[in-house]
C-alpha cells in the first residue's frame, strides 16, 4: 500500500518540475565539482559518527604553474596527513611509514566524486534540489542524492550558494534517519593558494611505491553473485589483514560514490552466525558459512551487506 | 450566679453527676472553674493530700509554660507515626518474603535433584553402584561449565570487535590503494612489499 501511495503521490506531481528540481541539482553539483577544482579554500569541518566527533583541516588550490594541490590532516590523535601534488598523493600514518601513490585524487571524508564527473551516478542515483537553508552562516542549498533502490544510503548536501563548495555532508537512511554527517565548521577561500599548500609545493615527498599491473588477481576461487546494481568491480587480491595477520582473498566493488569490500579466507569455526557494527554509516558485517569466514565493509545498509555476504559463492563456477 | 450552678460544680467534683453539658459550661464559665478548682482544693486539704509547699495556681502556670512554648509550625506528626505504619508494613511483607525464599528454595531443591537424577542417569545409565556421591559431582561441573562458557563468550566478544576494527581499517586502507593508478614495470614479488 505505502508502495502505490508513493507511486500516485509521484505521478501527482507534474513531470516538469521534477525535471526543473533535478536540473537545478546537477547543476549546483557541477558547480561543486568546478569549485573543488579551481578554487583556493582553506577549511575545516568535523565528522560525526556514532558519538564521536573527527576534525580536520582540509586545504586545496592551485599553483601558478597549474599544480593542483591538496591537504586533509586529521587534528586529533595520532597524526594522519594526506598531501597531494598533482597525481601524487601521500599517506602519513601512524601504522606505516609514509608512502606516495599515484592517484587523481585523495580517499578521505569527502567523496572524491564530488570533485569529478558527479553525472556518471544519474544510473543509480536520483539528484533532488530540495530548498534552501543557513548553514555555517552562509545561504545553502540542500542537494540530495538518493539512491533509486533501497540498497543504499541517501547523501544529503548543503552547498554555498556564493562558492558553490560544500558546507555540509550527511549520510541517510531512506527513513530519513542521519548517520553520518560532515559539517564544516570554517571556511576561507582566497585568491592565492594557502601558505601550508605553498609550502608542500616546495617539500619533498615520501618514495612514491608502484602497483605492479599483476598484482591484480583476476580470477579469485569464488564470487559475488549479488551486488545493487551499478557496483562494479575496481580491484581484487589477496592480502593479510593488517591487524590480525589473517590471510584474506578480497575485492573492492564501487557505484561512484560508495565503495564496498568484500573479503574470503578460511575461519577455524565451521558456521558463525552474521554478526555487524555500524561505524557511522560503515558497516562491518562478518559471518562463517561451512569454513569460509565472509566479510562485507561499506557505506550500505546492513541488509544489502548481509544479501551481498549470502550471495558470495566459493568454487571456480562462473558468473551467469 | 444562681446557686444551682454551684450545687452542679460541687457534685461533679464528688462524681455524682455525669452530664457532659455541665463540664462544658464549666470550662466556659471563668467563677465556675475557679469554683471547681477552690473546691478540689478544699477536698484536697481535708483529706490532708496537700504537698508541703502549695502553689495554688498550677494551671496558670501550666498556662504560661505553654505560651512560652515555641510554636512548631508543621508539626512532625508523620514521622512519629510514619515508622509505626512502616513497621506495619515490614511485618506484612516479611513473612511473605520468608515464604516466597523458602520456596523459591524448595523448588530449587526439587529442581536439582531432579536434574541430578537425571544427569547421573545419563551419564551412568546402566551403573549398579553408585560411586560417585549424588551431591559432590554435579555441582562444581555445572559451575565450571558455566565459568568457561562465560569465559569464552565474553572471549569471542573481544575477538569479533578486532576483526571488526581489522576489517574496517583494512577497507580503507584499499580504498585508499584502489585510486592509486598501477604501473607495470615492477615484478610481482616486489608487491609484496606494498602497505596492505
Known sequence: MRILNYLLLLTSISFSAIATENEQAVSSLSRLSQSLQQLNFSTSFVVVKNNHAEPYHWFRGVNEQGTSLEILSLLNGPRRDVLRKGDIVSYIEPELSPYSVIAEHISGPIPAIFGKDITTLEKTYNFVSVG?????????????????????????????????????????????????????????????????????????????????????????????????????????????????????????FSDGLVEVSVYVGASQDKQRVADYVMDGATVVLNQVVNGFEVSVVGKIPASTAKSIADSVVIGMSKRP | MSESKFETVSSLVDSYQQNDSVFDELIKDQQLSDTWDRYHLIGDIIRDEVPSTLTLDLSAEIANAIAEEPTILAPNQSSTFMPKFKAKVVQLIKPVGQMAIAASAAGLMILGVQQNVANNEAVTPSQVVQTVPLGGIADPVSFNFKQTDRMSQKQAYIEQQRRFQALLSDHHQQIKLSAAVESDELPKDKAEELPK
Not at chain 1, 540498497?151 to 548536501?157: D, S, T, V, Y
Not at chain 1, 550527511?170 to 534517519?177: E, I, N, P, S
Open chain 1, 132 to 252: 534552501r537553508s543557513r548553514v555555517l552562516g552562509r545561504a545553502a542549498q540542500l542537494v540530495r542524492i538518493v539512491s533509486k533502490d533501497q540498497h543504499r544510503f541517501g547523501h544529503w548536501l548543503w552547498l554555498d550558494q556564493e562558492t558553490g563548495l560544500l558546507l555540509k555532508l550527511a549520510l541517510v537512511t531512506r527513513k530519513g534517519q542521519l548517520l553520518e554527517q560532515v559539517q564544516f565548521t570554517h571556511l576561507d577561500i582566497t585568491e592565492k593558494p594557502s601558505d601550508s599548500l605553498l609550502q608542500l609545493q616546495s617539500a619533498e615527498l615520501p618514495q612514491v611505491i608502484e602497483i605492479p599491473k599483476n598484482y591484480q588477481e583476476n580470477e579469485l576461487a569464488w564470487q559475488v553473485n549479488w551486488l545493487p546494481a551499478g557496483f562494479t568491480q575496481l580491484k581484487a587480491n589477496k592480502h593479510r589483514i593488517n591487524i590480525t595477520n589473517q590471510p584474506v582473498e578480497f575485492m573492492l
